[in-house]
């Protein structure tokens, strides 16, 4: 099976994966990295701890095959107290 690596950035914070994980496929590793980037923006985001998560998925030989990024973004308009 193939080996992928899942390096993390949280805003400027890059974390590196050194061990990867052995998957099936792209596919399978396409999964693990958007729950990958799910389950640390549940945790983060909503913090305020980052407003950017970004899992880049990378083969053996370090070709950069996927990038899922989860994002907040807050705008506020419009409203006046009264």
Known sequence: MPR???DTHEDDTFIPDDEGMELSDLTAA???ALETA???ARD???AGEARSI???VW???RLRV???TVTMHVER???RPH
């Open 4 to 6: 992928f690596f899942f």
């Open 77 to 79: 308009g419009g409203f």
């Open 44 to 46: 983060k985001l909503p």
């Open 54 to 56: 970004t899992i880049e």
């Open 66 to 68: 996927i990038a899922a």
């Open 30 to 32: 396409e999964q693990e």
């Open 59 to 61: 083969t053996e030989d």
């Open 38 to 40: 799910s389950s640390i």
